[in-house]
């Protein structure tokens, strides 16, 4: 069965310093990966995605993560964060093949302090 | 750029109403999903639908249902609101493996 293990609920940086927000994943086949972000009181907005094209995907706002199979990691990463980063991250992972059903983390809260 | 809609940001009913959300996109998708979140827990499926008048349980369907009469609407149903289905409740719809969400429905059941 798939899973998603985001480590660490609540995650805090100062503005201007390195984001990094881990996800690692269990699936038998290397599955599609996804994360999402979501302000408060809103929907979630994916901000990238791995589909087995490069194993370094861009995504919106300066965000990249990068695909490790041998790690089965999917971290999340921005060089420089901005007070507007402060958000909830989910990663989640779906079956190749699928309907589309996608196994989410139990996300990751961000806090930017000025 | 696709478009989730979702009827209600806010609800509150009370124990035992029936309660319906509604949620409808704009991108001919054929696949729709209904989602619940609460904190500390994430995100949990509770019923989707890959075609007109299909249905599939996610993991917590109980206490539930759906219906898709039409390609863009999948309603979700409370059949006898209970406290414990106080919650954000997420819609979200996708032609193949990218999900795109609503905005939430935020409900209170006293």
């Known amino acids: 069965a798939q899973s998603v293990t985001q480590l660490g609920s609540h995650v805090s940086v100062s503005e201007g310093a390195l984001v990094l927000l881990r996800c690692n994943y269990s699936s038998s086949v290397p599955p599609y990966l996804f994360w999402y972000v979501q302000y408060p009181n809103q929907g979630l907005q994916l901000l990238l995605k791995y589909t087995s ?46 309907q589309g059903n996608l196994i989410f983390g139990k996300g990751t809260k961000l806090s930017v302090k000025p | 750029d696709v478009k989730v809609t979702q009827s209600s940001r806010y609800l ?23 989602y619940r ?17 299909m249905k599939e349980k996610g993991d917590i369907p ?41 905005p939430g429905t935020r409900l209170l059941v006293l």
């Open chain 2, 37 to 53: 979140q609460d904190p500390g827990l994430g995100l949990r499926l509770i019923y989707f639908s890959y075609d007109v008048k």
């Open chain 1, 53 to 98: 094209a490069a194993t370094l995907v861009k995504g919106i706002n300066g965000f990249e993560a990068e695909f490790k199979k041998s790690e089965t990691s999917f971290h999340l990463t921005k060089p420089s964060a901005h007070m507007s980063d402060a958000a909830e991250y989910f990663c989640a992972v779906q079956l190749r093949g699928s």
């Open chain 2, 12 to 34: 509150v009913k009370r124990t035992g109403e029936k309660v319906f959300l509604e949620c409808v996109q704009d991108m001919d998708h054929e696949n729709m999903f209904w």
């Open chain 2, 62 to 102: 109980e206490g539930y249902s759906v219906s898709r009469e039409k390609k863009e609407r999948f309603s979700l149903i409370l059949e006898s609101a209970s406290t414990n289905q106080t919650s954000m409740y997420l819609c979200a719809s996708s032609p193949r493996e990218t999900q795109y969400f609503g």
